[in-house]
């Protein structure tokens, strides 16, 4: 359960508390290094692929439909002299996927606030690609009102309308391309490779230990803006954990996704459960402390749970429609 106690615990759903062990020799050729890694990392990667498809093929699956709950709950702490912490209420977030294929797929999440009702207060953004078409469609509804009608109602000031008026259309507008990353780190785990042709690329890093567990790391070095890593459990070969730490525009970030209760659904065993501890530092700067810059700390658990996971299902003409374009 997500709750003000919980931000004090470590998060160990598996229970690892892992030790890099470096497995490079220095003697080797950096150019020689640097393949035998990749080629190491393609054989971790094809014996989790090996443990997860149980009845169907990686190259089978072209088509899926997820649907997830996700707990969420934050807190922030201004690092400033005084300490303060500001809790943020626990959210909830719904979320659906329609994919076909990688040219036809629809994404929804609804989040609201725990305990409210979702036709009250709530967020909600669908997106749609239809081949070479896409849309993003916006719900904000706040205490019953939505933002077409609060916009509208002529209580709003024209400063805070046109602010609200940008926010809203640059969600309006987000590309294809911006979908498909936004959904990779949320496919590729459980599915093990990518919908889309993205090309990723992996290097092994070495082996991490713990009291009970050996796992072998992969970095996708593909990635450049991030360092993102993925801990396989060296027995079993499922996926144990990911990592991904970033900096950029001034603040840093770190992620630690942990993947737990396994279940066989619809041919695939699924990590059903994703736990994530993630913790973002930002520079503030101060009008009430002398223009005083200090750091601030945004601590974020999550908890995902997969209620439905269907592969290559059958959508109606429908499901993609864009603009009165159908698929």
């Known amino acids: 359960m997500l709750n003000k106690e919980t931000l004090n615990k470590p998060i160990t759903s598996v229970g690892l508390i892992l030790t890099l062990l470096s497995l490079v020799n220095p003697q080797t050729s950096a150019i020689k290094r640097e393949n035998e890694m990749v080629e190491r990392a393609n054989e971790v990667l094809s014996k989790a692929r090996k443990a997860v498809y149980k009845r169907i093929r990686p190259d089978e699956v072209r088509g899926l439909r997820l649907s997830s709950v996700t707990n969420r709950f934050d807190r922030m702490v201004n690092q400033n002299g005084r300490g303060k ?35 009250r207060n709530s967020t909600t953004i669908v997106s749609t690609v239809n081949g070479n078409k896409s849309s993003t469609e916006f719900k904000f509804v706040s205490n019953g009102v939505t933002a077409d009608e609060l916009l509208s109602s002529g209580k709003v000031p024209a400063k805070i309308k046109k602010q609200m008026q940008r926010s809203f259309d640059g969600i309006k507008q987000v590309p294809k391309s911006e979908i498909q990353r936004a959904l990779w780190m949320s496919l590729y785990p459980l599915l093990l490779k990518s919908p889309w042709k993205t090309g990723e690329s992996f290097s092994y890093v070495g082996k991490a ?4 567990i050996r796992a072998d790391i992969i970095e996708l070095i593909s990635e450049k803006s991030k360092r993102i890593r993925f801990f396989f459990n060296e027995e079993t070969h499922l996926l144990l954990m990911i990592t991904v730490e970033e900096t950029a525009d001034g603040s840093v970030s770190k992620t630690t996704n942990y993947y737990s209760d396994y279940q066989e659904m619809d041919g695939i065993f699924v990590a059903r459960k994703i736990v994530s501890d993630s913790e973002t530092s930002i520079l503030v700067e101060s009008e009430f402390l002398g223009q005083q810059i200090y750091p601030r700390t945004t601590t974020r658990i999550k908890e995902r749970i997969v209620l439905e996971f269907v592969v290559n299902p059958v959508f109606s003409a429908q499901t993609f429609e864009v603009n009165g374009r159908k698929r």
């Open 85 to 119: 912490e500001f809790d943020v209420a626990k959210q909830i977030l719904e979320e659906n996927l329609d994919l076909k294929d990688e040219d036809y797929f629809k994404v929804s999440r609804t989040e609201y606030a725990d305990g409210a009702a979702k036709d």
């Open 209 to 212: 230990v713990s009291d009970e």
